[in-house]
């Protein structure tokens, strides 16, 4: 079974910058198209980026050129550099497979606030 594990959120003014990594336990995770999601408090769960096996991306509108997704196959890793920050950006974010077909990790805090 997959382990997913995320890092590097924290707490960021307006305009900033965070990079999140999740490394993947498993042989096999190269081959896998993988996403970040993300949770607000009181809303559901979102795909904001998604990378395949090859690098091709995908961005939710919302997050398109100030996020950047990328992956590093033989480090397991994926990871997500985020900038221009907005508070809106606010969540607690995943990484998985896209669809999401592994347990979800524990996430990674993000908070966006002056």
């Known amino acids: 079974q997959v382990q997913l594990v995320e890092s590097g959120g924290g707490l960021v003014h307006p305009g900033g910058s965070l990079r999140l990594s999740c490394a993947a336990s498993?042989?096999?995770?190269?081959?896998?198209?993988m996403g970040w999601y993300r949770q607000a408090p009181g809303k559901q769960r979102e795909l904001v980026a998604g990378i395949s096996s090859s690098g091709t991306t995908n961005y939710v509108d919302s997050v398109k050129g100030r996020f950047t997704i990328s992956r590093d196959n033989a480090k397991n890793t994926v990871y997500l550099q985020m900038n221009s920050l907005k508070p809106e950006d606010t969540a607690v974010y995943y990484c998985n497979f896209s669809p999401p077909t592994s347990p979800w990790g524990q996430g990674t805090q993000v908070t966006v606030s002056s």
């Open positions: 498993g042989r096999l995770f190269s081959i896998y198209y």
